[in-house]
């Protein structure tokens, strides 16, 4: 399985720090956040790495390489100045991912979920790893009972962790440009075509310098 890195964000919140740096290169711990993903990657024996570029785009092949030193090949899907949205860079990238199921992550979250217990084959078009709802968006994003989503309210109203396996599927049939992901998700759930789990363990999602700092807090005192 390849495995794509959402990277292209313009970082708004996090300026002053992401007017020079791109957010997934910002350190927390003594490493950029991108590395803990590509960390984990390799360790769940995925070789293949996209990572999807905009902002500041030229300082993630200087950062990052080929991949080899992590022990992977990555390759980079440039989307131009603009960002194309988590749909519309999906989208993009689709070339470089080939048309098997894929695993996508935000780069910019820290957790220690192990990619390796993600499905292969989704019974569906996608599995989401889902979050309890952190302080900063209480409303959750999707009803998840089981295993399986629903619009109908039932069991946990729960965050999507930004974590999950796709099939080329999902965004294929759409047109090229700026998309996102969340309203393909929502049909695939009338469709009764997603499914997902709920992750109780350690996850981050960094949005502002402050969080950044507790985070940088957090890993160092953890290492």
Same mark, same amino acid.
């Given at each position: 399985?390849?495995?794509?890195?959402?990277?292209?964000?313009?970082? &708004? /919140?996090? /300026?002053?720090?992401?007017?020079?740096?791109?957010?997934?290169?910002?350190?927390?711990?003594? $490493?950029?956040?991108? &590395? =803990?993903?590509?960390?984990?990657?390799?360790?769940?024996?995925?070789?293949?790495?996209?990572?999807?570029?905009?902002?500041?785009? &030229? %300082? #993630?092949?200087?950062?990052?390489?080929?991949?080899?030193? =992590?022990?992977?090949?990555?390759? =980079?899907?440039?989307?131009?100045?603009?960002?194309? &949205?988590?749909?519309?860079?999906?989208?993009?990238?689709?070339?470089?991912?080939?048309?098997?199921?894929?695993?996508?992550?935000?780069?910019?979250?820290?957790?220690?979920?192990?990619?390796? $217990?993600?499905?292969?084959?989704?019974?569906?078009l996608a599995?989401?790893v889902m979050?309890?709802?952190?302080?900063?968006?209480?409303?959750?994003?999707?009803?998840?009972e089981g295993?399986? #989503?629903?619009?109908?309210?039932?069991?946990?109203?729960?965050?999507?962790?930004?974590?999950?396996?796709? $099939?080329?599927?999902?965004?294929? @049939?759409?047109?090229?440009?700026?998309?996102?992901?969340?309203?393909?998700?929502?049909?695939?759930?009338?469709?009764?075509?997603?499914?997902?789990?709920? =992750?109780? @363990?350690?996850?981050?999602?960094?949005?502002?310098?402050? %969080?950044?700092?507790?985070?940088? /807090?957090?890993?160092?005192?953890?290492?």
């Amino acid at each position: 399985m390849k495995a794509l890195l959402f990277a292209a964000g313009r970082g &708004e /919140r996090m /300026r002053p720090l992401t007017d020079t740096t791109p957010k997934p290169l910002l350190r927390a711990g003594g $490493r950029m956040l991108i &590395e =803990y993903h590509l960390d984990k990657l390799a360790a769940a024996g995925i070789r293949d790495v996209v990572v999807n570029t905009a902002w500041l785009a &030229e %300082q #993630f092949p200087a950062a990052l390489g080929d991949g080899s030193r =992590y022990g992977l090949r990555i390759r =980079y899907s440039h989307e131009g100045p603009a960002p194309l &949205e988590t749909g519309g860079g999906m989208l993009h990238a689709l070339p470089l991912l080939g048309t098997a199921p894929f695993l996508a992550i935000s780069a910019d979250i820290v957790t220690d979920f192990d990619y390796a $217990r993600l499905p292969t084959e989704p019974d569906g078009l996608a599995h989401l790893v889902m979050v309890p709802n952190p302080d900063f968006h209480p409303g959750g994003d999707f009803w998840l009972e089981g295993r399986r #989503f629903n619009d109908a309210g039932l069991g946990e109203h729960l965050t999507f962790g930004n974590i999950g396996v796709y $099939r080329p599927e999902l965004v294929a @049939g759409e047109a090229p440009g700026i998309f996102k992901l969340a309203p393909l998700l929502a049909r695939a759930i009338r469709a009764g075509r997603l499914r997902g789990e709920r =992750y109780d @363990g350690y996850w981050r999602n960094l949005g502002t310098p402050a %969080q950044l700092t507790a985070l940088d /807090r957090a890993l160092s005192t953890r290492s």
